[in-house]
């Protein structure tokens, strides 16, 4: 893993819960924090893979690891996009993560 690819900026965000004026709870989604990341195109048969499921966008991204780390009910923006989490591993001796996203 090469440090120096990590030159996109992605926001990870987990779900947080409101309050509403009359006592009940709101579900949202709140910024949990913001790194710099690796974000590269599907390989061919990956790409096949995801076009069944009829994503329009899926890309590998691959990040540092941090003390607490995203689980699979996490989402990213890239772009101004929203993605969810399809797959996360964690490499290199649990130093980096590599997660699959789509939209």
């Known amino acids: 893993m090469r440090p120096a690819k990590f030159n996109?900026?992605?926001?990870?965000?987990?779900?947080?819960?409101?309050?509403?004026?009359?006592?009940?709870?709101?579900?949202?989604?709140g910024d949990w924090f913001t790194t710099k990341a690796s974000v590269e195109s599907l390989d061919g048969r990956t790409r096949l893979e995801m076009g069944k499921l009829a994503y329009q966008e899926a890309y590998n991204i691959s990040f540092r690891a941090r003390a607490v780390n995203p689980d699979g009910n996490?989402?990213?923006?890239y772009n101004g996009k929203?993605?969810?989490?399809?797959?996360?591993?964690?490499?290199?001796?649990?130093?980096?993560?590599?997660?699959i996203i789509s939209r």
């Open 82 to 99: 929203v993605f969810q989490v399809n797959t996360l591993t964690f490499e290199d001796n649990d130093r980096f993560i590599r997660m």
């Open 74 to 77: 996490n989402q990213v923006i």
């Open 8 to 29: 996109k900026h992605i926001i990870i965000q987990s779900r947080e819960k409101d309050e509403n004026e009359v006592g009940g709870w709101l579900n949202d989604w």
